[in-house]
């Protein structure tokens, strides 16, 4: 079982930064790949970013340039640095983790593994 605990969200002005943390709980083995979601009020959950067992990325189009995952092994930690900030990025955020490697599909893939979420709000 893996629990994750996201941190790390608040309000800021548009062009604005801000770095999401994701902890993670539990027997935790090196193959594990994880991801961070958004949910806007009357969106779809949207993948954003994600991350593969060997350190591969992917980002969504509408954050590419912007967005940069990474972890940190050593300490059970995924992360999320958001540069230049705007208003549609406005939502809750979700670290989600699985044992199995999405690969190409790792921003559409129903992970296993949920967090609770940390509220984003960015303002114009």
């Known amino acids: 079982q893996v629990q994750l605990v996201e941190s790390g969200g608040g309000s800021v002005q548009a062009g604005g930064t801000l770095r999401l943390s994701c902890a993670r709980f539990?027997?935790?083995?090196?193959?594990?790949?994880m991801a961070w979601f958004r949910q806007a009020p009357g969106k779809e959950r949207e993948g954003v970013a994600a991350?593969?067992?060997?350190?591969?990325?992917r980002y969504a189009d509408s954050v590419k340039g912007r967005f940069t995952i990474s972890q940190d092994n050593a300490k059970n930690s995924l992360y999320l640095l958001m540069n230049s900030l705007k208003p549609e990025d406005t939502a809750m955020y979700y670290c989600?983790?699985?044992?199995?490697?999405?690969?190409?599909?790792?921003?559409?893939?129903?992970?296993?593994?949920w967090g609770q979420g940390t509220q984003v709000t960015v303002s114009s």
């Open positions: 989600a983790a699985d044992y199995r490697n999405p690969a190409q599909s790792a921003l559409s893939y129903e992970y296993k593994y």
């Open positions: 539990g027997y935790i083995i090196s193959s594990i790949s």
């Open positions: 991350i593969d067992h060997d350190g591969r990325t």
